[in-house]
């Protein structure tokens, strides 16, 4: 079955710390993964999309890893701030139709605090 | 920030009543997608649309319709809301080619049914 897990489910930071966020998934075969934003009542943001090729992007302040052997993914944000308090989505797309199928996972609710 | 718009943005309304969730893009995609998301919880593809006049459903079962008569809009319909329709709508769209195809989000419709 097709899944991608995260964790932490969530996480408190103090304003200016570093954090890394984690993605597993199961999805195969394998076609990109997909980091999203999405602040509260509004729809996700991406962040960065990596192919199979891609072990590392960034986006400003976030870097996002990809093993594919190992089939897992981190999102890291570098000093954080009060603005990147939001969920974090990861998301896997496979090579089984013309749609490019998206398993989403649940995210993890990250809040930074002052 | 994409162009894409929801409107209501939030609707509450009493069981049995007929809507229509409006979404409409001006970045000329062919495709676009209805998501619903509980709170904490993964996004799952309701319907998409290839173009005018196709529309498929998606993973999760819904009660809702779809119609799709022209490129930048893509309304979603509920004949009789449930207090079981209570959820967040989300819209997007994408150009489509294959392997890096991004989703643009729209700002999403929070419906409770009482």
């Known amino acids: 079955k097709n899944q991608v897990e995260q964790s932490p489910q969530s996480l408190i930071i103090l304003e200016g710390k570093n954090c890394t966020l984690q993605?597993?998934?199961?999805?195969?075969?394998?076609?990109?993964l997909r980091w999203y934003k999405q602040d509260t009542g509004r729809g996700p943001v991406s962040l960065t999309i990596?192919?199979?090729?891609?072990n590392t992007k960034s986006n400003g302040r976030y870097t996002a890893t990809l093993d594919a052997d190992t089939k897992q993914s981190s999102l890291h944000i570098t000093a954080s701030q009060l603005s990147d308090s939001a969920s974090y989505i990861c998301?896997?797309?496979?090579?089984?139709?013309?749609?490019?199928?998206?398993?989403f996972g649940r995210g993890t609710q990250l809040t930074v605090w002052p | 920030e994409a162009d894409i718009y929801q409107t209501p943005r939030y609707l509450v309304i009493g069981t049995g009543k007929k809507i229509t969730l409006e979404c409409s893009q001006t970045?000329?995609?062919?495709?676009m997608y209805w998501y619903q998301q509980d709170p904490g919880m993964e996004l799952h593809l309701i319907h998409y649309?290839?173009?005018?006049?196709?529309?498929e459903k998606g993973d999760l079962s819904s009660e809702s319709t779809v119609s799709r008569i022209r490129t930048e809009h893509f309304p979603l319909t509920l004949e009789s809301a449930r207090p079981s329709h209570t959820s967040q709508y989300l819209c997007?769209?994408?150009?489509?080619?294959?392997?890096?195809?991004?989703?643009?989000f729209g700002p999403g419709t929070r419906l409770t049914v009482t």
């Open positions: 649309s290839y173009g005018v006049n196709s529309t």
């Open positions: 970045m000329g995609h062919d495709k």
């Open positions: 993605c597993n998934y199961t999805v195969s075969p394998f076609s990109n």
């Open positions: 997007a769209s994408s150009a489509g080619t294959e392997v890096n195809y991004e989703q643009y």
């Open positions: 998301v896997v797309s496979d090579r089984g139709s013309t749609l490019g199928r998206l398993y």
């Open positions: 990596m192919t199979f090729s891609e």
